[in-house]
């Protein structure tokens, strides 16, 4: 895993030649800044082991309510 794309305050990238995950920040009304993270997995070798993985989404939740409650920062929907 390496880092693909940063902007300071705003976004980051980070992944393989199998996937991405982006995390990004934006400003919005009244000082609040609004967190979104996606993930995208794929490739050519993808479907030989795509169910060997667990659902991550426990983690991503929880990671996002983490960052929340610590930075005061907005989940998007």
Do not use: C
């Not at 995950?21 to 000082?31: A, F, I, M, N, P």
Request: no cysteine; net charge positive; aromatic share 12%.
């Amino acid at each position: 895993m390496k880092v693909k794309e940063f902007e300071a305050d705003k976004k980051l990238v980070w992944g393989d030649a199998m996937g991405n995950r982006v995390y990004t920040l934006s400003k919005k009304d009244h000082g609040h800044t609004v967190f979104s993270m996606a993930e995208k997995i794929g490739g050519l070798m993808f479907p030989l082991f795509a169910r060997f993985i667990p659902p991550f989404d426990a983690s991503f939740e929880q990671f996002a309510a983490d960052l929340k409650k610590e930075g005061k920062i907005m989940q998007a929907n």
